[in-house]
């Protein structure tokens, strides 16, 4: 079983602030996939990262994919309140035509105003 | 584009009683997926469909899980009888086809409480 681990855990942070969480496994992926998910809502797909070193940027947001692909990272910068939610990881480790995600257990993110 | 649609949002029920929940994907979606997300957890794969095969049920508790995709469109999943630990959301999710790089649209999840 391949496991994905997030951190930190938890982070409070203030508006305007800059913030990275981490994403890492000990197997390498074949792509992986952020998502962020606000209570009560089903997970929102914010970018997929396929190449080792990939970067890309959604606005505010700056994800990067290790050069083994084996982790991942995302940058906030001047955070906002509206950044507030959960963010998972989630791996498709390549296991042939049937390849899957695998979650991780989430960073819980708030932004004070 | 419509998104996932997954019903009822919400259920209450006693352990051993039973319980169904429904999910209609996106138009034109071939793989369809029901996640469970117990709280302070990220999604774990109950059970993945290719069109109306199953492709994926390794984690499935087949003792008192079971899912049909009739049809190859909607999907319903049922729990008989349900224990406390079943407490948890439910995500539907689809994606066009199976394979990489997976790119999955999820519904917004039906929360299951059981006392």
């Known amino acids: 079983t391949q496991l994905l681990e997030q951190s930190p855990q938890f982070l409070s942070i203030q508006e305007g602030e800059n913030l990275t969480v981490y994403c890492n496994s000990s197997?390498?992926?074949?792509?992986l996939q952020w998502y962020r998910q606000e209570p009560g809502e089903g997970p929102v797909l914010l970018v997929t990262?396929?190449?080792?070193?990939e970067v890309k940027k959604l606005k505010r947001l700056t994800f990067q994919f290790g050069d083994a692909r084996k982790d991942s990272s995302l940058h906030i910068t001047a955070a906002q309140p509206g950044d507030t939610g959960l963010y998972l990881c989630a791996g498709a480790f390549n296991t042939g035509a049937n390849s899957k995600l695998t979650f991780g257990k989430g960073i819980t993110l708030s932004v004070r105003p | 584009e419509a998104g996932v649609a997954q019903s009822p949002r919400y259920k209450i029920i006693e352990k051993r009683q039973s319980v169904a929940f429904w999910c209609n994907p996106i138009s034109g979606h071939a793989t369809l997926y029901w996640y469970q997300q117990i709280l302070g957890q990220g999604p774990k794969l109950l059970i993945q469909f290719q069109n109306n095969g199953v492709v994926d049920d390794s984690q499935l508790p087949k003792d008192r899980f079971s899912a049909e995709r009739l049809k190859g469109v909607d999907s319903t999943l049922k729990i008989q009888p349900a224990k406390l630990e079943d407490s948890a959301v439910y995500l539907c999710?689809?994606?066009?086809?199976?394979?990489?790089?997976?790119?999955?649209?999820f519904g917004p999840g039906t929360r299951l409480t059981v006392t």
């Open positions: 197997s390498v992926f074949s792509s």
């Open positions: 990262v396929v190449t080792g070193g």
């Open positions: 999710a689809s994606s066009l086809e199976a394979g990489e790089p997976l790119e999955q649209y």
